[in-house]
């Protein structure tokens, strides 16, 4: 199953719920504020531990986050990459 | 001469994922023409609104970051902003754009528009204003 | 969706006439929305459309008036940044008429 999350992780306990909920074998996919859940030094970086996570490139560039500042191990992925996890997965689950 | 009211705009939520930083913002430029003594501050999500190298066009979105430097020509040049919002992002001073306003008084000098302010200062700041604005 | 004809070209505007893409700009488009309003474009009137692309460039916005005509004088001199000075080059207002010539959005806060 892909995640989705969409909010800042401090805005509500979207992240909180998505990275407590997955299972093993699922992607979590961070995409418009929920980009800032993958700042290295931010709060909210442990909630990634040990799981499988993307970001959305543009939405990075968007809001100034550069690359070195997010959490080891992560992947960015443009446009197409998104439409290819979507399509890769069996499920979607979006942490509106 | 009407009386001067302290103005201050509060700004807690990030960029472009809402239309809130972006309203302030307008806000905030429009106010600033009533000669106001206005400041504004950045606290929780919206210390994000500040980032240097914010480059949208891959959202198709407008960048508005740059509008942020021209606070100081609008006499805007009280800018708070909360120290332990940024820390809990992982984020510092140096992650955030240079803001600064030109003091004509002397001869155009340069001087920062931000201030960095723990909570209790914020605090202090907040209870000295006349009118509060929420974004 | 209304539009402005200059050199054989179409460029769309508001109902305001204000340009709807300012990529679209140009000095054509710029004089003939001058002589709408009877206006003919000057060195001066330049000076100031040309300072307004460049502050819009840098900013994102386009200024009021009042931070219009200190930047102005500012960088053309004081004998210029005043109002007296823009209202004669721009009488229907420096900052709405001179932004539409230069192709931005109206002055935010301008009504």
């Known amino acids: 199953m892909l995640h989705l999350v969409n909010k800042s992780p401090h805005d509500g306990c979207n992240l909180d719920t998505a990275t407590s909920i997955m299972k093993d074998g699922d992607s979590l996919l961070l995409i418009e504020d929920g980009v800032y859940g993958a700042i290295k030094a931010g709060k909210a970086a442990s909630l990634l531990e040990g799981r499988s996570v993307s970001v959305l490139g543009p939405d990075l560039a968007a809001r100034g986050i550069s690359e070195d500042k997010l959490v080891d191990g992560i992947t960015i992925v443009d446009y197409a990459g998104f439409v290819d996890m979507v399509a890769a997965s069996d499920n979607v689950q979006s942490w509106l | ?135 | 969706m209304s539009s402005i004809e200059a050199n054989g070209k179409t460029y769309e505007t508001d109902e305001e006439g204000y340009l709807a893409d300012l990529n679209t700009w140009d000095k054509d488009v710029a004089v003939v929305m001058a002589k709408i309003d009877d206006c003919e474009l000057t060195e001066n009137h330049w000076e100031v459309i040309n300072f307004l692309r460049e502050y819009y460039e840098e900013y994102q916005i386009a200024p009021a008036v009042r931070v219009l005509t200190k930047a102005i004088g500012k960088k053309l001199g004081k004998d210029k940044g005043n109002s007296k000075y823009l209202y004669e080059l721009f009488p229907y207002g420096p900052a709405k008429q001179a932004c539409k010539y230069a192709g931005l959005p109206k002055p935010t806060g301008c009504v």
Request: charged share 30%; aromatic share 12%.
């Open chain 2, 1 to 135: 001469m009407p009386e001067t009211k302290k103005l201050m705009y509060i700004n807690r939520k990030a960029p472009y994922g809402t239309i809130y930083a972006w309203e302030s913002l307008e806000v905030v430029l429009i106010g600033a023409a009533f000669e106001q003594d206005v400041s504004v501050a950045f606290m929780d999500d919206g210390v994000y609104q500040l980032t240097k190298g914010q480059d949208t066009t891959g959202i198709g979105m407008k960048n508005f970051s740059p509008t942020y430097t021209a606070l100081g020509d609008y006499e805007v040049n009280k800018i708070y902003v909360d120290k332990e919002s940024l820390e809990e992002r992982g984020l510092t001073l140096d992650d955030l754009q240079h803001l600064v306003w030109e003091d004509e008084d002397e001869d155009y000098a340069e001087k920062d528009s931000i201030r960095l302010v723990s909570r209790a200062e914020l605090s202090e700041v907040l209870a000295d204003q006349d009118v509060l604005f929420n974004f």
